[in-house]
């Protein structure tokens, strides 16, 4: 069994359909992310490790994008040049030879967005010396795939036979997608002697023929070969449409999401960071507190909109991270640490309006309960989202979290009901909280 660590990607050619903005295909910005920088990462997270990358057409420039990427982002990236890229994608792995005969490798387009599920299942099925596995997607009626341009392929008894864009007998696309022995290199050099073929495919063909292909199913994994502007689009609609957690509240889920995702799209284009959108965020909701606590039903009601639209960005952050490759463990802690002061704030400026206006020392306590709630209910959900993952990965758990709070207040705020509010935020997260130690005790 090999270790795979070493990943070589294609980025050699011109990609006409997409190069009329002026920009090399591989840097083509994806939802704020160089194609061939969303390729990278994405597989650097399924264990890759030491990358090859064979540029030609605008070779020096992308070449100059990479080694920034690799400075910023601590990877290994070794160049290959391919001065005669316009002959066929064959000839682009034929000069990695040198970089990787001696080993197992995964051969990924630049072009090409795939799912990490993908990456991981085709690293992790053994492959026999002599033999290349490509990776297929049998939906043959997949929306993504522009069947003019797509590579068809014949499969049997989960074997290649027939690979090419002009087949007539098809049953599966090829997904750019191959878990490589060294076999590839001579069997490319087979097709140009016998044929004068200088594409991948012609020599895949060869092995296909010898029974040297097997191929792996790739189920409902995501890839897309985003080569023209629709294939942008049909891109950048499935990963926005995949932002949404399991985790998410019912709040979120039907409200917050379709339209943070659609200012997602946006701020990934800027240099605004995850961080700052947090701390943005925070301001809104410190903002709609002190709004709150002015009293009189205008700023009420003001503060309530700018609560709830404080709200629908904090899932923002997020999200521009996981497009932009940004995620870390300090992002999501702070994002939490300024979810908690939001609450804190909000319920306290609402108990302030409601004192103010007259209440009695009850209002006091109910605010004070509504805070402790909030902060209960924050305080166990990580051990409840652990407990419930697998049911909220089918759509059946519960979760009454940050965004049904917030909904809360900002609706009892616009009605003018800032005592019943209160009331109903504090029993509401209690009685969460209280469910979930039961559910926590329950599991053991």
Partial sequence: MHSMRRCLILAAGRGERLNSRGVPKPLFPLLGVPLIERVILTAQRTGLSDFTVVTGYQGARVRQFLDGLAARRGLQITHVVNDDWEAGNGLSVLKAEDELKTDHFVLLMADHVVDEHLLIALQSERLEEGTVLLAVDRDTRNPRVDLEDVTKVEVRDGFLRRIGK?????????????????????????????????????????????????????????WIDVDDERGVRRAEEVLLSR????????????????????????????????NQISLFCFGLSALAAALFAVGGYLWLALGAVLAQVASIVDGCDGEVARLTFCESSFGRWFDAVLDRYADAFLLFGLTWHAFAAGGASSVLIVGFLAIIGSFMNSYTADKYDGLMKARFERGKGVRIGHDVRVFMISVGALCNLPFLTLSLVAVLMNLETVRRVLVARSDG
């Fill in 166 to 222: 002009r087949i007539e007998q098809t049953n599966a696309f090829d997904t750019g997608c191959f878990h490589c022995s060294s076999a590839v290199f001579p069997a490319l050099r087979r097709a140009r002697a016998q044929s004068g073929a200088t594409t991948l495919s012609a020599a895949i063909q060869l092995l296909a023929e010898a029974g040297k292909v097997p191929t792996l199913d790739i189920g409902d994994a995501l």
């Fill in 243 to 274: 932002l949404p957690k399991s985790t998410d509240g019912p709040v979120a889920r039907r409200f917050n999401r379709p339209l943070s995702t659609r200012l997602s799209r946006y701020l990934v284009r800027s240099a605004i960071t995850p």
